[in-house]
């Protein structure tokens, strides 16, 4: 038996100390999200069919320019762009920026459309590369084809809303699959608090497994891979509970960049998506917080659970790890570019909630986990901590996780029940409980490789590659 | 107990609830499938006899859940129209929907009193009505938003007034919904909805709501009210911009004066929607200040200025031509871009 100086056992109990300390602290928040996201989903107006919100919307709901970035997606472009143009929206234009593809992508667009290089007055409020044509047909009058220098996924949004004459604009990707009724949802607080409302993000669901075709998710169903259904409770976990929970509370720090509706003018007064990060979604929304606050007005940013988009999820470890370390990438650099908002009254629940929250499960988070799951091991092994205590506290731990996951299938189920079968919600449960065991530590060790690229200060989205949707 | 014991307790306990719980949404799952599977048979021994001649009460004889004949026979209703409407109404009094919607409006949960406020507005029937004025007073603000567009679609709209009151249209209620109903109740009675822009009691987001409502109803009795309002509107209010827009949407040359001051306002809302009124109302002596307006410093008040010149005719386009040519750089492009995005660039 080793005689270890009595500082080491109290450097262990520290370490410990901390482990606990902010894993408590994780779990305390999931609980208060948990119970705002129950309260948020109580409250939220009662869902109505897609002809009654047409009927009480169709005049009021203010036109909207999709924008839609695209690199290199030959394959699907005409499918993406022709699902788009069938959206039940009263006035919508349908923006596709061709971000420098190496491939086909523009061809097919010109060749499927008959598109004619066009000229069209527009802002240049935005940074962005230069434009190489803008492209439109007389057939399809709701579609406009920009063709740039390619400076990535900011870049290429802020080209297109540059270009877009609405007062609203729908970022998404091209691959998104939007359901047919999703704008006329998502514009909904728009219409209801047209003063206030910049911002609104819908729900982003796997369409792994689901029967796609022309672009449409005909009938939903759960991947069978894997990969891909632990994906699915993630989401459900982040959508369902973390976004709803924080939009109800006021904090809402992210709209995804795959399908999020913002305020054309607010979008403009923050300077548009930011180049230098590769979280530019979580950062416009921090900006848009920082700018309103500051101007002391007031404002509304939401997350609204009916509005759905479908998107394929990786399926491979090697592009799922690249996003996810991406991702908390993203997170970090917000959390640096903005570090004088938090717990800076200025900014109130935003700087106290919203960058607490950012502290504790995006920068810290990993970190703490990977460092309980590095160091505890040897402490208990060198004999500086208990077994037992060790054993109950990774128990709670992840039993705790499984309530969460489960407390989101019962938001999912109680509220929206977009899961097409019973058997579907015991898969699900399984899942929420062997996520734990080998996912949620390799999903810590990417957020952790995102942690040394951010560290590294690395730059630049690396290569996402799709499958593709199984279509009929 | 021990912390270590209260640690182990916590742990299963949340596991256990966790079971609990989905075992018994699955359970609820499985029920709701079978429901549902007998609601789809229901639906579908119902709507033959509905679409046929045959008697509407045979349908109770099939012994159909009372939700479900309210639902094929509000569906049927909303997709046809003239003659067969009428039919599926009548089908659908006889089958005691209305008074079903009236139950559900009362007893239901928020969704459900939702749903019966919207299928009632298909009945206008004073029973059906009286129903919907109650649930004006229901402590859901979308049961009563609802229970409003519902009665202001009916033959008899509610009065302003009270919906102002009901709601707090103007004050609690900021939906662009308020719109809508101002202009349902236009339709039957323009006077209430024009004494609101005329009254200063009301707020003035309430007095625009009201203005706009009316913008689109081709009424030019408002555009000298409303011109009014404008000039005598602070330069730098909110107010300004929504009163030149909707003299631009009235499109009536009165609105001339207001549109003038706003070409030369410091805000840049007033100045775009200035421009834009000037092309809808054809003000030709406004030529010269939109000309000047191409090098304005904003995008919105060049472009807007820009399409107005085009609609002026022969004279704003030979004014944008000639700007092609000896403009400065800024409305130099803002006039070849537009002439040629309207195809025609010289």
């Known amino acids: 038996m080793i005689d270890f100086p009595p500082w080491s056992f109290a450097a262990a109990e520290l370490i410990t100390l901390v482990i606990i300390l902010v894993g408590l602290i994780q779990v305390l928040f999931n609980l208060v999200q948990l119970v705002f996201a129950g309260v948020a989903l109580h409250e939220r107006p009662p869902l109505s069919s897609t002809s009654v919100l047409w009927q009480r919307y169709s005049e009021l709901a203010p036109p909207i320019a999709l924008i839609a970035p695209a690199y290199n997606e030959e394959l699907t472009i005409i499918a993406s762009v022709d699902a788009l143009l069938a959206l039940h929206y009263p006035d919508f234009e349908v923006v596709v920026i061709n971000d420098g593809s190496k491939d086909a992508t523009l061809q097919r667009l010109i060749d499927h459309y008959r598109l004619v290089p066009v000229q069209r007055y527009h802002d240049q409020a935005l940074e962005s590369k230069p434009l190489r044509g803008l492209y439109a047909a007389d057939d399809v009058p709701r579609l406009l084809v920009i063709d740039k220098v390619n400076g990535g996924k900011a870049d290429a949004m802020n080209a297109g809303i540059n270009l877009a004459r609405s007062p609203l604009v729908c970022v998404i990707d091209a691959d998104t699959l939007l359901e047919p009724d999703a704008l006329i949802r998502v514009v909904r607080p728009f219409v209801d608090d047209p003063v206030r409302t910049i911002a609104v993000g819908g729900t982003i669901r796997i369409a792994n497994g689901c029967h796609v075709d022309g672009g449409r998710v005909i009938r939903a169903g759960l991947p069978r891979n894997l990969l891909a259904l632990v994906q699915v409770v993630e989401y459900l976990r982040a959508f369902l509970m973390a976004r709803l929970g924080l939009s109800r509370m006021g904090t809402l720090m992210i709209i995804s960049g795959a399908f999020g509706v913002f305020r054309r003018g607010a979008v403009l007064d923050v300077g548009g998506f930011s180049h230098n990060t590769v979280g530019e979604d979580m950062e416009l929304v921090v900006k848009l917080h920082r700018h309103m606050r500051e101007q002391k007005r007031p404002y509304r940013i939401a997350y609204i659970p009916e509005p759905v988009s479908w998107t394929e999820a990786p399926e491979s470890l090697k592009i799922l790890g690249n996003q996810r370390a991406r991702w908390q990438r993203g997170a970090l650099e917000t959390f640096r570019k903005h570090f004088d908002m938090f717990l800076n009254p200025k900014y109130g629940r935003i700087g106290f909630v919203g960058f607490g929250q950012i502290l504790i499960v995006d920068v810290l988070g990993p970190l703490v986990e990977v460092a309980g799951y590095a160091l505890v091991p040897p402490l208990w092994l060198l004999g500086l901590i208990s077994f037992d205590y060790l054993l109950a506290f990774v128990a709670l731990v992840f039993t705790f996780g499984v309530f969460v996951s489960v407390a989101s299938l019962v938001l999912e189920e109680v509220q929206l029940r977009r899961l097409p079968r019973a058997r579907d919600l015991a898969l699900l449960t399984l899942v929420a409980v062997f996520e734990n065991f080998g996912y949620r530590q390799l999903n810590n060790f990417w957020r952790l490789r995102g942690w040394w690229q951010f560290a590294r200060k690395k730059q630049g989205w690396g290569t996402m590659t799709r499958k593709g949707f199984q279509r009929s | ?346």
């Open chain 2, 1 to 346: 107990m021990s912390f270590l014991q209260l640690l182990w307790t916590a742990s299963l306990l949340l596991a256990g609830i966790a079971v609990a719980v989905m075992l018994v949404l699955i359970v609820a799952r499985l029920l709701i499938v079978r429901r549902a599977r007998q609601r789809r048979a229901e639906r579908r021994r119902l709507v033959p006899i509905l679409i046929s001649s045959a008697r509407a009460d045979e349908a109770a004889l099939l012994g159909v859940h009372r939700d479900v004949i309210a639902e094929v026979t509000l569906e049927l209703i909303d997709m046809v129209r003239g003659e067969e409407r009428a039919a599926f109404l009548s089908k659908a009094d006889a089958l005691g929907v209305p008074k079903q919607l009236m139950r559900r409006l009362k007893w239901g949960s928020r969704r459900t009193r939702v749903l019966a406020a919207q299928g009632l507005s298909q009945f206008d029937q004073p029973e059906a009505r009286r129903a919907l004025y109650r649930a004006l007073e229901d402590r859901s603000r979308e049961v009563r938003l609802a229970a409003a567009l519902a009665l202001g679609a009916s033959s008899q709209p509610p009065e302003a007034g009270e919906l102002i009151k009901k709601l707090g249209l103007g004050t609690a209620e900021a939906s662009l919904t308020a719109v809508s109903l101002f202009r349902q109740i236009a339709e039957t009675r323009p006077d209430e909805i024009r004494a609101l822009v005329l009254d200063d009691a009301c707020s003035t987001s309430l007095r625009l709501v009201a203005l706009e409502a009316l913008a689109t109803s081709g009424d030019f009795s408002l555009v000298t009210v409303i011109t009014e309002l404008a000039l005598a509107a602070e330069d730098s209010s909110e107010a300004l911009p929504r009163y030149l827009h909707a003299l631009g949407k009235l499109g009536h040359p009165a609105a001339r004066p207001a549109v003038l001051r706003g070409l030369g306002s410091h805000s840049m809302p007033a100045r775009a929607a200035a421009a834009g009124a000037a092309g809808r109302i054809l003000l030709k002596e406004s030529a010269d200040r939109l000309t000047e307006l191409l090098d304005d410093p904003e995008w919105w008040v060049r472009f807007r200025s820009a399409e107005s010149l085009i609609l002026l005719g022969e004279p704003g386009i030979a004014r944008l031509q000639e700007v092609t040519r000896s403009g400065a750089e800024r409305a130099r492009a803002a006039a070849s871009t537009v002439l040629a995005e309207r195809g025609l660039a010289g």
